[in-house]
């Protein structure tokens, strides 16, 4: 059983690995950026609130985000464990999320925080954009969604890490060296 959170700045590789580690563990990869882009795509009501946010390069509203998060872990799939890509990015959803285990007995046991050169980060959101052409990754958002997360999310870095969850991994490199060295930091044996 694993419960997992994904950490680091947009386009360092948090939705790639978790994938990757979602195969390797067994468990869901659950990412609100594609939960959110899939409702933006099928345009639903909740795609609609979404995208204005995305397109500006800001957060969903906490409401929103924490019900969907709430709805997701409830599913029978991640009773056994699960990879969160993407929540929580706020101490506030820290304290959801704390809630939502307690409500089933569980507890996180890994944060990752996958760390990268702010530059190299716009370098590839920016390819990412013009290969995906996703609205959502023009330099001048991607840089404000830098700057929001060391606003909002970087604080995560220390509360996790206050309560011993806590790795940091070097996210450059190729996606294999990475994944290694995320499952080293989790102490997993080799699979």
């Given at each position: 059983?694993?419960?997992?959170?994904?950490?680091?700045?947009?386009?360092?590789?948090?939705?790639t690995?978790?994938?990757?580690?979602s195969e390797?563990?067994?468990?869901?990869?659950?990412?609100?950026?594609?939960i959110?882009?899939?409702?933006?795509?099928?345009?639903?009501?909740?795609?609609?609130?979404?995208?204005?946010?995305?397109?500006?390069?800001?957060?969903?509203?906490?409401?929103?985000?924490?019900?969907?998060?709430?709805?997701?872990?409830?599913?029978?799939?991640?009773?056994?464990?699960?990879?969160?890509?993407?929540?929580?990015?706020?101490?506030?959803?820290?304290?959801?999320?704390?809630?939502?285990?307690?409500?089933?007995?569980?507890?996180?046991?890994?944060?990752?925080?996958?760390?990268?050169?702010?530059?190299?980060?716009?370098?590839?959101?920016?390819?990412?954009?013009?290969?995906?052409?996703?609205?959502?990754?023009?330099?001048d958002?991607?840089?404000?969604?830098?700057?929001?997360?060391?606003?909002?999310?970087?604080?995560?870095?220390?509360?996790?890490?206050?309560?011993?969850?806590?790795?940091?991994?070097?996210?450059?490199?190729?996606?294999?060296?990475?994944?290694?060295?995320?499952?080293?930091?989790?102490?997993?044996?080799?699979?």
């Amino acid at each position: 059983m694993t419960r997992l959170v994904l950490l680091g700045p947009p386009g360092a590789g948090k939705g790639t690995q978790a994938k990757l580690l979602s195969e390797r563990l067994g468990v869901p990869a659950i990412s609100t950026g594609d939960i959110f882009r899939a409702n933006v795509a099928e345009e639903t009501e909740l795609g609609t609130t979404v995208k204005e946010y995305l397109d500006a390069g800001k957060y969903v509203p906490d409401s929103v985000t924490n019900a969907m998060v709430r709805d997701r872990l409830r599913q029978p799939d991640a009773a056994e464990g699960f990879i969160l890509d993407g929540y929580p990015r706020t101490t506030d959803q820290v304290r959801e999320l704390d809630d939502m285990l307690r409500e089933t007995g569980a507890k996180l046991e890994h944060v990752l925080e996958i760390t990268a050169d702010t530059d190299e980060l716009v370098r590839r959101l920016s390819r990412r954009a013009a290969e995906q052409g996703r609205s959502d990754d023009t330099e001048d958002v991607i840089r404000t969604r830098q700057q929001v997360y060391l606003d909002q999310t970087a604080p995560l870095v220390e509360v996790y890490s206050e309560r011993g969850l806590l790795r940091s991994v070097d996210g450059l490199g190729e996606i294999s060296a990475v994944t290694e060295r995320l499952v080293k930091a989790l102490d997993l044996p080799d699979a």
